[in-house]
C-alpha cells in the first residue's frame, strides 16, 4: 500500500524530531571530546564549537603524570570488576529458586525482598551498620553494600519463567541433573541476554558509583575515580597536576580547564567500549525480562 501524504508529512516530522533530540543528546558529548584536545584559552574564550582549536594533547598528558588519577582509575575497574562477578552470582542465586514453581515460599520471600524496595533503614543507621560491621576504609565497603539488586532479580526471575520452558528443566532432573546441576548447565546457557544486560546494569553502577566512597572511604589511595573527578569538577584539587613552570594564576586556570574535560572523557572511555559488546542482547534482554510473570 503506497504512502499517503499524511503519512509521509508525518515521517517527515518523526524524523525532524528525532534528529533535533539527537542532536541535543549528542552534541554535548561531542563538545566535551573536541575540548579536551584543545587549548584551555580557546575553551575559556568560547571558540569551540565544531572541532578542535589548538590542537593538543597536553591535558591527557598530565592525566597520565597524576599518580592520584590513574590510581582511582584502577580502584574502579576494580570494583567494578569484583563487584559485578559479586552482584551477579548472588542475582542468579536468588533468581532461579524464585522462578520456580515447586519452590516452597516463594511468594514470601518475593514480598519480603519488594519490601525493601520502599522502605529502608536511612542513611544514618546505614553508616552505623556499616562502621559496627568493620567495613569503613575497606575494600568491601565498595562491594557488600549494594551486593545484590532487588529490581534485577524481579527482571531477572521473570526472564527464566518467560523464556526456559519448564519442561528442559524437568528433562535435565530425569537424566540426573540436580537443581544447581540444572540451573549451570541449562538455564543459564539459555540465559544469555539476561545475564549481558545484568552485567551491564551493574557495571555501570559501580563505574559510577562515587556517593559510597564518600561516606565510607577516607583512604585516598581507595577512591575511585569517580572521588578524583569530583574533585578536579566541584572542588578544583587539580593543583598537583599543573606543572612548576606555570607562572601565573590565569595559567594555572587555563590547564585544570583542559584537564577537566580530558578526564570525563578518560572516565567514560570504558563504559562506552562495553555497549557495542553486549548490544546484541541488550533489547531481548529487557524486553523479555520485563514482561510481567
Not at 503506497?2 to 517527515?12: L, V
Not at 580557546?42 to 594533547?57: A, D, H, R, S
Not at 555501570?204 to 572511604?217: D, M
Amino acid at each position: 500500500m503506497p504512502a499517503t501524504r499524511e503519512d509521509r508529512a508525518f515521517g517527515i516530522v518523526v524524523y525532524a524530531v528525532l534528529g533535533i533530540v539527537s542532536l541535543i543528546v549528542l552534541y554535548p558529548l561531542y563538545y566535551v571530546l573536541i575540548a579536551s584536545f584543545s587549548e584551555p584559552l580557546k575553551i575559556m574564550n568560547g571558540e569551540i564549537w565544531l572541532w578542535p582549536k589548538g590542537f593538543t594533547i597536553d591535558s591527557y598528558a598530565k592525566i597520565l603524570d597524576n599518580d592520584a588519577i590513574l590510581r582511582g582509575f584502577l580502584n574502579t575497574v576494580l570494583y567494578t570488576v569484583a563487584g559485578t562477578a559479586l552482584n551477579l552470582t548472588m542475582t542468579v542465586l536468588a533468581a532461579y529458586p524464585l522462578s520456580r514453581s515447586d519452590f516452597v515460599g516463594r511468594s514470601l520471600f518475593m514480598g519480603l525482598m519488594v519490601f525493601t524496595m520502599f522502605f529502608g533503614g536511612g542513611l544514618i543507621p546505614s553508616y552505623l551498620l556499616i562502621k559496627n560491621l568493620g567495613l569503613l576504609d575497606t575494600f568491601w565497603v565498595m562491594i557488600l553494600p549494594g551486593a545484590v539488586s532487588i529490581w534485577n532479580i524481579i527482571i531477572m526471575r521473570t526472564y527464566f519463567q518467560q523464556s526456559i520452558p519448564p519442561e528442559i528443566q524437568e528433562a535435565a532432573v530425569i537424566d540426573g541433573c540436580s537443581s544447581f546441576g540444572t540451573l549451570l548447565r541449562v538455564v543459564l546457557p539459555l540465559s544469555m541476554p539476561i545475564l549481558a544486560v545484568t552485567v551491564l546494569f551493574y557495571a555501570v553502577g559501580h563505574w559510577n558509583a562515587f556517593f559510597n566512597a564518600l561516606l565510607y572511604l577516607s583512604d585516598r589511595p581507595k577512591f575511585p575515580l569517580q572521588l578524583i573527578l569530583r574533585e578536579i569538577l566541584i572542588q578544583g584539587q587539580t593543583d598537583d597536576m599543573v606543572r612548576a613552570s606555570t607562572e601565573s594564576a590565569i595559567k594555572a586556570r587555563q590547564a585544570v580547564e583542559g584537564i577537566k574535560y580530558a578526564v570525563l572523557i578518560v572516565a567514560n572511555i570504558p563504559m562506552l567500549l562495553l555497549y557495542p559488546f553486549l548490544q546484541r542482547y541488550f533489547v531481548k534482554g529487557i524486553l523479555v525480562g520485563a514482561i510481567k510473570g
